[in-house]
């Protein structure tokens, strides 16, 4: 353990950099590109701007306060700061990621919301919007994304990316995982000559959503 930080700060780190070293290993980022943050408490962990994620260590901790003051650790924090503390401000948010998922990338410069093509749609809140492109990093981004997010956990970022938040790291992370997996289906669908993809209703979409509320193992 890192004597400097509390036992609590140190395991989000961890868990942190873990799903950090994930979007690389599954192919959601090439390289630094993309982002995750953790919240914890009053203060929002984040992956630093530029370090490969397999050389961060527990004393390379990054911390900011819902303001954006760094409070913890010494390399800069990532450039998409301002989108992270928007969600924490805004939603009731516990982890966020963010990538440059290629298929993902791909829909967001054909279309302004990915057609609904499969019900996981609903894990999402509903039709998954493209937020309008703005210079990454800017306040004009995390204003786009914030409209986009309305009401849903996460967003197409124009030209850029995407954008989930969740309750934990791993439900941020699925969230990201299945909103890239439903761009590669439209794009291979929307791909065959002479055929449409068939879509769902917005009602399909709204009773797999209650459907899915009951999803999964109960304690």
């Known amino acids: 353990m890192d004597e400097r930080l509390p036992a609590t700060i140190e395991q989000a780190w961890d868990d942190l950099v873990a799903t950090a070293r994930r979007t690389v290993r599954e192919g959601l980022v090439v390289g630094t590109s993309g982002n995750v943050s953790v919240r914890v408490g009053e203060l929002v962990l984040?992956?630093?701007?530029?370090?490969?994620?397999?050389?961060?260590?527990?004393?390379?901790?990054?911390?900011?306060?819902?303001?954006?003051?760094?409070?913890?650790?010494?390399?800069?924090?990532?450039?998409?700061?301002?989108?992270?503390?928007?969600?924490?401000?805004?939603?009731?948010?516990?982890a966020v990621v963010h990538t440059h998922a290629v298929h993902a990338t791909a829909?967001?410069?054909?279309?302004?919301?990915l057609p609904l093509v499969h019900y996981m749609a609903a894990a999402l809140g509903g039709p998954v919007r493209?937020?309008?492109?703005?210079?990454?990093?800017?306040?004009?981004?995390?204003?786009?994304?914030?409209?986009?997010?309305?009401?849903?956990?996460?967003?197409?970022?124009?030209?850029?990316?995407?954008?989930?938040?969740?309750?934990?790291?791993?439900q941020a992370y699925d969230r990201t995982a299945q909103l890239e997996w439903m761009c590669r289906l439209w794009?291979?669908?929307?791909?065959?000559?002479?055929?449409?993809?068939?879509?769902?209703?917005?009602?399909?979409v709204r009773e797999a959503a209650q459907k899915l509320r009951g999803y999964g193992q109960r304690a």
């Not at 829909?107 to 919301?113: F, G, Y």
């Not at 800017?138 to 124009?158: F, V």
């Open 187 to 204: 794009l291979t669908a929307s791909a065959v000559p002479g055929r449409e993809p068939s879509l769902l209703s917005g009602e399909q």
């Open 46 to 94: 984040v992956t630093p701007s530029g370090v490969p994620y397999d050389r961060l260590e527990a004393r390379d901790a990054v911390a900011v306060d819902l303001d954006g003051r760094q409070v913890i650790g010494t390399l800069t924090p990532t450039s998409e700061l301002p989108m992270h503390l928007a969600i924490y401000r805004a939603t009731p948010a516990s």
């Open 130 to 170: 493209t937020a309008p492109y703005a210079t990454y990093g800017s306040r004009e981004l995390a204003d786009h994304m914030l409209a986009a997010l309305r009401d849903r956990s996460g967003c197409l970022l124009q030209n850029h990316g995407t954008m989930t938040y969740g309750d934990t790291l791993d």
């Open 107 to 113: 829909v967001s410069t054909l279309v302004s919301e």
